[in-house]
C-alpha cells in the first residue's frame, strides 16, 4: 500500500481555500498510487486559536458540506484522506480533531486529540480515545502533533495491531521532533510513521515543511520538503507484524 503525507499553507478562517488545496492534493496523490492521504493539524481552519475560539464558524461537523470537494475527491480516486479540524462536540468547545474520510467518501473515522498542549487547552476540549481506523485490511493509529511527545501513544498502537502510524501535527522551524519524536517512534516500535505537517506560518510560528514518512527502523523514506507545498509517498508492506522490514520508498515532490 502507498501513503501520503500532503503539506500545504492553510489560509488562516478560510476553509473554501483549505478545502480546495487538499482536495487537489488527493488527487496528485491519487495519481501516485497512494490509499491514504494525511493533511496537517488544524488544516482546515488554519492553526489560529484566536480564530477558531471566536468564531464557531470555523468549527466543522462530521458530515459538514464544506468538506465535499474533498468527499468527492476521495469517491472519484477511491483514496482515503485525513483531514485536520476543529469539530463540534456536545459542549462549549470544539474537539481539536482528525476526521478520516474514506474511499467512498464516508466518514471512516474520527478521532479527537487527548493531549493538548499550551494554549490548545483553553479552546478545545481533550478526547479521551486512542485514534484508530481501518483501511484494506490495514489497522492504521491515528495521533496529533503533541501527543506523540509520549512514547505510550505509540506503544500502544503497536500493542493493539496497528501496522502503521499517521501523525498530524503543526511544527515550526527548529523543532526537534523530526529528530527526537517520529523517527524515535518508528525505530522504537517497528512501525512506519507518516508526518503530515504545515508548510508557511501559522499560530504556532513558521513551519517548514518537512511532511515525511520514517520505516520501521527509524530511517527517513520520503519527505516532501521545507520550502512549498508537496507530498511525501512511500510503499508500505503491511501483511507483516511491525518490524524494521515493513516499509519500502517510492518518494516525490510537488511544485
Not at 474511499?103 to 479521551?128: I, M, N, S, W
Request: proline share 7%.
Amino acid at each position: 500500500m502507498k501513503i501520503a503525507a500532503g503539506q500545504f499553507t492553510s489560509a488562516p478562517g478560510d476553509i473554501e481555500a483549505n478545502v480546495h488545496s487538499m482536495q487537489a492534493l488527493v488527487r496528485e496523490a491519487a495519481g501516485r498510487g497512494a490509499r491514504l492521504v494525511a493533511f496537517c493539524e488544524l488544516a482546515a481552519p488554519g492553526y489560529d486559536l484566536e480564530a477558531i475560539a471566536e468564531d464557531p464558524g470555523l468549527w466543522l461537523t462530521e458530515d459538514d458540506p464544506r468538506l465535499e470537494p474533498v468527499r468527492e475527491a476521495c469517491r472519484t480516486t477511491s483514496t482515503a484522506a485525513l483531514v485536520g479540524c476543529a469539530v463540534r462536540t456536545s459542549g462549549p468547545r470544539p474537539a481539536l480533531s482528525a476526521l478520516v474520510i474514506g474511499p467512498d467518501g464516508e466518514l471512516l473515522a474520527r478521532y479527537d486529540k487527548r493531549h493538548l498542549h499550551g494554549a490548545e487547552q483553553d479552546v478545545f476540549t481533550a478526547g479521551t480515545e486512542d485514534g484508530r481506523f481501518t483501511l484494506d485490511g490495514v489497522r492504521f493509529a491515528v495521533a496529533v502533533c503533541y501527543d506523540n511527545r509520549l512514547p505510550e501513544v505509540a506503544e500502544r498502537a503497536r500493542a493493539d495491531g496497528c501496522r502503521v502510524y499517521v501523525a498530524s501535527s503543526a511544527l515550526e522551524e527548529g523543532n526537534d521532533s523530526f529528530q527526537n519524536v517520529y523517527p524515535v517512534r518508528a525505530r522504537d516500535n517497528g512501525l512506519p510513521v507518516l508526518l503530515a505537517n504545515a508548510v508557511g506560518p501559522c499560530g504556532v510560528g513558521d513551519c517548514r515543511g518537512g511532511s515525511a514518512v520514517w520505516g520501521p527502523g527509524g530511517a527517513l523514506l520520503a519527505t516532501a520538503g521545507t520550502d512549498a507545498p508537496g507530498l511525501a509517498v512511500a510503499q508500505v508492506l503491511c501483511d507483516s507484524p511491525p518490524g524494521p522490514e515493513a516499509a519500502s520508498v517510492v518518494a516525490g515532490t510537488l511544485s
